[in-house]
């Protein structure tokens, strides 16, 4: 046996826009056990319920992160309006739909884009990163923000899409989606991709399912797990299945996302064509008093946001279990026995949103 | 713009910011503001940058990344605080990890206010900071001390 030595990973290294920090264990060039640590970004957010009130949180909890904005508020707003019994207009529900959507586009662009980077594939990345502006184009005209929206509020949505401009997005997504297919053409059959990810970081659908794996992670290795499916917002109107890949390696989980794109803009064509008019909100009155888990699909996975109040203007609790919290098991146990070479590409393979994670 | 007769290279740390304005520094080096084409470049070697451009606010576990970082650059270098939290710590400066901004630790040359900063806000932040960087230089060359 040769000698064990401890490499650390992070917090701040080359590949990772954010800090997290491993310790790898390596025999010669193979890792033999990953121990991660972290704490770099954590600011302790949920606490901040007690000095603002519930309406209010809305912007903090968007703030969790600024890749998963959007759909943290939706998670949110939906757990007090459970609570409180609010009937949201079903067009707030659409928008809604149609804009966590979008934000599932961007931050699948983003992650292909790190993806290739973290092979050293730099051209890619600027390719994906080239599309995704378009989406973020978007975005900006229809609430006014490019990463955090602010467009989501309890008891509806604070802007309203007009009928022609739907139309525009969905003209614009088909020119898109041409771009998003060459895109995944890459992904899918360059040599330099399937070189670095095909049997690379492989979990099996076992193992992803007892370690708590959720999102892509989970569905590149078999399970099929979408909580979209359980028709949060308007999904339950919608046509559509979880993307599932079988393989458990990094190629499968890119190309689950990848794959994703496709659908998401399918989603969206859908909910324009079925987008029904009326309002955007319904005004809410009194104070949340109860508890409920809101559970939303995240692009990284399932996301869990326990709200309990007491009938105050300030929640009691807000705790959130974000999608990178419940992969890093996943991500340990793929680290193991893997070379130190790939290590870059198998931490971004379960897409880690540190921002999300430690909040 | 004339006095860019080198190319800053820039370094990029994640204080405690929420990813939103990491994503739009990144965004600046990509096709549609391309500040690649100025020479700039995103480097993760602290010996090989000018420009540290800092996300997100301080807390007590990254306080020694920050520094350390800091101490490594070359000097004369530039601190580019980017987005509010940086500044100030934002929304988040009465959470209990939050200890405030980025000057509170470092000198901080330009602040970029934002929540998330825009790219275009960001890239006139360190064009500003290449003013500052080459008075800094001609002031090193006279004999001066820099810092």
Known sequence: MSRRIVVPFGPQHPVLPEPIHLDLVLEDEHVIEAIPSIGYVH????????????????????????????????????????????????????????WSEYSRLHSHLLWLGLFADSMGFENLFMNSWRIREKILDAMEETTGGRVIQGSCKVGGVRRDISDSKLKDMVKDLDILSSDIEDLCHVFFDDDTVIHRTKGVGVISKEAAYSLGAVGPTARGSGVSTDIRKTGYVAYADLDFSPVVETGGDCYARCAVRARELLQSVDIIKQAVDAVPSGDIDVKVKGNPDGEYFSRVEQPRGECLHYIKANGKKNILRERVRTPTTANIPALVKMLGGCEMADVPVIVLSIDPCIGCAER | MSYLTKSPWIIHYDASSCNGCDIEVLACLTPLYDVERFGIINTGNPKH??????????????????????????????????????????????CYNVSGGVGELIPVDVYVPGCAARPEQIIDGIVKALGILDKKYKDSKKGGDFK
């Open chain 2, 49 to 94: 940058a000018d420009i540290f451009v800092v996300t997100g606010s301080v807390n007590e576990q990254n306080k020694e990344v920050i520094k350390n970082i800091y101490n490594q650059m070359p000097k004369p270098n530039v601190v580019v605080g980017v987005g509010i939290c940086a500044c100030s710590g934002g929304v988040f400066r009465e």
């Open chain 1, 43 to 98: 600011r302790g957010l949920e606490k901040l319920v007690e000095k603002r009130d519930f309406k209010d949180f809305v912007y903090i909890a968007e703030r969790i992160c600024g890749i998963c904005s959007f759909i943290h508020s939706v998670g949110y707003c939906q757990g007090i309006e459970n609570i409180m019994d609010i009937e949201v207009p079903k067009r707030a529900q659409y928008l809604r739909t149609i």
